[in-house]
T-cell receptor, first 113, second 112 residues
Framework: GAVVSQHPSWVICKSGTSVKIECRSL??????MFWYRQFPKQSLMLMAT?????????EQGVEKDKFLINHASLTLSTLTVTSAHPEDSSFYIC?????????FGPGTRLTVT | KQEVTQIPAALSVPEGENLVLNCSFT??????LQWFRQDPGKGLTSLLL?????REQTSGRLNASLDKSSGRSTLYIAASQPGDSATYLC???????????FGTGTRLKVLA
């Protein structure tokens, strides 16, 4: 089956720094990838849609200048959390779409101290 | 706007019981529905994907049904085991898009 990987699986960073999370489709090409966020004991919420070769589209309430998304190739999308703050600590999960199917990555746990 | 609700929010059962998890959604114009499992602190594991044209899907001890007209899906787990303990999430795409809306999940605990 199709595999989506994320790197890193977990990261701790200091407040004010930026951190980049990668999402890769390992055995298929994905023109569209999605980024979700999950706070403790809550469900996943869609943050943005990442389209290869074009700008990402963000859901209402998500700061695009804070969460920079780049979909540089058909197999890679990156999410950069800029000037991270403790309230950005969360579980970030990406998914990659191929045809009508969507495959989810294992997630990245971000802790901002 | 698509809304997804899961009942019950939490469930604790003794090992060996058959159980049913429920998922309801408000917009029936979906092209599929997925059930996922999430272990504490971990990512998602896709369990079953039901296309809109299907009524049910089975994988091992799991069976998921879909009734689009009533906006409901159920996940049936047969002969539950302690290893089934996890949070189960259902997700449906919003109408006309591929963006998934997730339910709040059912936290299942199977007691040995």
């Amino acid at each position: 089956g199709a595999v989506v990987s994320q790197h890193p699986s977990w990261v701790i960073c200091k407040s004010g720094t930026s951190v980049k999370i990668e999402c890769r489709s390992l055995d298929f090409q994905a023109t569209t990838m999605f980024w979700y966020r999950q706070f403790p004991k809550q469900s996943l919420m869609l943050m943005a849609t990442s389209n290869e070769g074009s700008k990402a589209t963000y859901e209402q309430g998500v700061e695009k200048d804070k969460f920079l998304i780049n979909h540089a190739s058909l197999t890679l999308s990156t999410l950069t959390v800029t000037s991270a703050h403790p309230e950005d600590s969360s579980f970030y999960i990406c998914s990659a779409k191929t045809g009508l199917e969507q495959y989810f990555g294992p997630g990245t746990r971000l802790t901002v101290t | 706007k698509q809304e997804v609700t899961q009942i019950p929010a939490a469930l604790s059962v003794p090992e060996g019981e058959n159980l049913v998890l429920n998922c309801s959604f408000t917009d029936s114009a979906i092209y599929n529905l997925q059930w996922f499992r999430q272990d504490p602190g971990k990512g998602l594991t896709s369990l079953l994907l039901i296309q809109s044209s299907q009524r049910e899907q089975t994988s091992g001890r799991l069976n998921a049904s879909l009734d689009k007209s009533s906006g409901r899906s159920t996940l049936y787990i047969a002969a539950s085991q302690p290893g089934d303990s996890a949070t189960y999430l259902c997700a449906v795409p919003t109408s006309g898009t591929y963006k998934y809306i997730f339910g709040t999940g059912t936290r299942l605990k199977v007691l040995a």
